[in-house]
């Protein structure tokens, strides 16, 4: 039988904010063979979960489907809407969460699954939220909205624990610490300032919302200390390293000037780099919460990948579905590290400074056939891009 060689997994809710609570959302996934070919036009067997808690948590709803992967390799279900194997999708309360997919697949077609990859689910459709959770006691805000609004007033935020929830043509996102008594800050938009590194590369600097990102992908083979971080070649030396390393996608420094280093997550780790950072001064890897509100300002992880990635087919493989590159990101496909290279033109990945487990970290993805944002929890030896935001 064939064995999974990878499975790239992106959330893409779909799902309008003024509809009746449906109970699905969109899931898409690309499925590559053994040899990190693309598995086309082949029926594959899928298991998803949905775990409360942690990636290891309790599955609250367990379904299976066997969907046909198109030319691209990509697969599409709808979560929510396969052969049930336990749970009511309709009863998952989702303001307990956070809640994780767990993805198992037979890549010919069966039931024989592997494990491929265990995904938090960062949003979830508005219309999902209010059906069952507690927002809004008072009765200020429930699925048809706050009482007596029009349904453009749904945009309006929402207190929440604390937080705020803004919601975003249809998703949401939690800004921690800020509610009514602490409004939604100022937002802009635009190039900043440039800065530069330690090795003197000077990057481009954009605000999205009111986070001010670099507009381009790290390049230093420095800490900002001035201390050197290795440059492996080797593949297996690669694999076992334990502290930080960077190296050119297939080790070609013709890369370099556009697509900038790829970086393990050891490098960003302050247990493993003598907490160094890898940043220039003042700026540092963002968050799960950063990327979350990065997504949230561009419109939900179901559209924010078009307005982040480069527009044309002069980097990306076509069709790069729906890029636009408004928010000034300019994501590229500069692909990623692992016993080998891959998916170059295809996939860009980002890292988070966001562990989800002592040998995972969670990472970005932009796709060239999606318009949205995925996320998943790799290998912490995987070598990917990195942006950093301001402090």
């Known amino acids: 039988m064939r064995?999974?060689?990878?499975?790239?997994?992106?959330?893409?809710?779909?799902?309008?904010i003024y509809a009746q609570a449906p109970q699905q959302f969109?899931?898409?996934?690309?499925?590559?063979?053994?040899?990190?070919?693309?598995?086309?036009?082949?029926?594959?067997?899928?298991r998803i979960s949905l775990l409360q808690g942690s990636n290891t948590g309790n599955a609250v709803y367990i379904e299976t489907h066997t969907p046909l992967s198109n030319a691209n390799g990509l697969v599409s279900i709808a979560i929510g809407n396969g052969t049930l194997v336990s749970g009511t999708f309709a009863n998952i309360d989702w303001s307990k969460g956070p809640y994780f997919v767990k993805t198992e697949t037979d890549v010919a077609g069966g039931i024989n699954y592997t494990l491929i990859t265990t995904n938090q689910l960062l949003s979830v459709p508005y219309a999902l939220f209010a059906a069952n959770s507690q927002i809004g006691p008072k009765g200020d805000v429930g699925p048809q909205g706050p009482a007596g609004s029009s349904k453009d007033e749904q945009k309006l935020s929402?207190?929440?624990?604390?937080?705020?929830?803004?919601l975003q043509n249809g998703g949401y996102v939690i800004i921690p610490g800020i509610s009514s008594a602490n409004p939604k800050p100022k937002t802009t938009s635009g190039y900043g300032p440039n800065?530069?590194?330690?090795?003197?590369?000077?990057?481009?600097?954009?605000?999205i919302g009111t986070q001010q990102w670099m507009g381009e992908n790290l390049k230093t083979t420095k800490y900002n200390d001035g201390t050197s971080i290795a440059n492996i070649t080797d593949n297996s030396q690669w694999i076992q390293a334990k502290t930080g390393a960077w190296c050119n996608y297939d080790n070609n420094a013709n890369y370099d000037a556009t697509y900038g280093k790829l970086y393990n997550w050891f490098a960003l780790s302050p247990t493993n780099n003598g907490n160094k950072n890898v940043c220039p001064t003042n700026w540092h890897v963002p968050s799960n919460t950063e990327w979350s509100s990065l997504q949230g300002y561009l419109g939900g992880s179901y559209s924010a990948g078009g307005k982040m990635k480069e527009a044309g087919l002069q980097h990306w493989l076509s069709p790069n579905t729906s890029a636009t590159n408004n928010s000034l990101f300019t994501g590229l496909p500069g692909g990623f590290r692992a016993g080998s290279f891959g998916n170059f033109g295809y996939m860009g990945y980002w890292w988070s400074s966001t562990q989800s487990s002592s040998t995972n970290a969670y990472n970005y993805v932009l796709l060239s056939t999606s318009e949205g944002v995925s996320s998943s929890a790799g290998g912490t030896f995987y070598g990917m891009s990195v942006r950093c935001i301001k402090d």
Do not use: C, H, P, W
């Not at 499975?7 to 799902?15: D, E, N, Q």
């Not at 530069?196 to 954009?206: C, Q």
């Open 3 to 16: 064995k999974l060689y990878s499975i790239v997994a992106s959330l893409i809710l779909t799902i309008s």
């Open 26 to 46: 969109s899931y898409q996934a690309v499925v590559r063979g053994v040899n990190n070919e693309l598995l086309v036009n082949k029926t594959v067997g899928m």
């Open 195 to 207: 800065i530069t590194d330690i090795d003197g590369n000077t990057y481009k600097t954009v605000y």
């Open 158 to 166: 929402v207190s929440f624990s604390g937080d705020t929830l803004y």
